[in-house]
């Protein structure tokens, strides 16, 4: 997955998480969680300061394990598009 900014490619890598030990039922039963990681750096898209408001600022921190990492995980709906697996909101991109 690659995406440009400004003319500046980022590439990043999907890591798949298993097992998911998440709170969010509708997630549970897809149970696909992965980690969306900067090829560049190894850190991964995380929601910022875990907020579950919409349009929360997403930014790269470094890979947090155990049960602190839900606003880290994400998952793909049935039409492909990347949720998260904190509160099922589509992450989407500005320009």
Do not use: E
């Amino acid at each position: 997955m690659d995406f440009g900014r400004r003319g500046t490619l980022v590439s990043l890598t999907i890591h798949h998480y298993w097992p998911c030990n998440i709170l969010n039922t509708n997630v549970i039963a897809v149970c696909r969680c992965f980690y969306i990681v900067s090829d560049m750096n190894g850190k991964v898209l995380d929601i910022h300061s875990g907020s579950s408001k919409p349009g929360a600022k997403v930014i790269v921190w470094p890979k947090k394990l155990g049960c602190d990492n839900i606003n880290q995980l994400w998952y793909f709906d049935g039409n492909g598009i990347i949720l998260s697996a904190m509160n099922d909101y589509a992450l989407t991109a500005r320009s």
